[in-house]
Nanobody
Framework: QVQLVESGGDSVQAGGSLTLSCAAS????????MGWFRQVPGKEREGVAT????????DYADSVKGRFIISQDNAKNTVYLQMNSLKPEDTAMYYC?????????????????????WGRGTQVTVSS
């Protein structure tokens, strides 16, 4: 089993920055992909960014490219999402995800896959 705990969500003004953290524990080894998703009420959970176990396969949804940066600290089993130039449309619940497989693109990573592990989420609110 894998446990994921997100933190760092907050309310900020447009143009501001936030860094989310995801602390992973449990059976984490070998080939796996970690990522960030976000969801607003009434919409599907969408992939935002991905990173492979070795720090490769970094990819972003088009809506956040150039503004968000995903990174990881393997010694701490923690993945980060640095969010810059935040916009009101970035307002959402942000979830950390883990899947014991090679990464696919954020757009291809389906939230419905049973192989996904999820954290409980952290709320990001961006006001104009």
């Amino acid at each position: 089993q894998v446990q994921l705990v997100e933190s760092g969500g907050d309310s900020v003004q447009a143009g501001g920055s936030l860094t989310l953290s995801c602390a992973a524990s449990g059976y984490i080894f070998g080939s796996y992909c970690m990522g960030w998703f976000r969801q607003v009420p009434g919409k599907e959970r969408e992939g935002v960014a991905t990173i492979y176990a070795d720090g490769g396969s970094i990819d972003y949804a088009d809506s956040v490219k150039g503004r968000f940066i995903i990174s990881q600290d393997n010694a701490k089993n923690t993945v980060y999402l640095q969010m810059n130039s935040l916009k009101p449309e970035d307002t959402a619940m942000y979830y950390c995800a883990y899947r014991r497989a090679y990464c696919v693109t954020p757009a291809s990573w389906r939230a419905s896959w049973q192989s996904n592990y999820w954290g409980r989420g952290t709320q990001v609110t961006v006001s104009s």
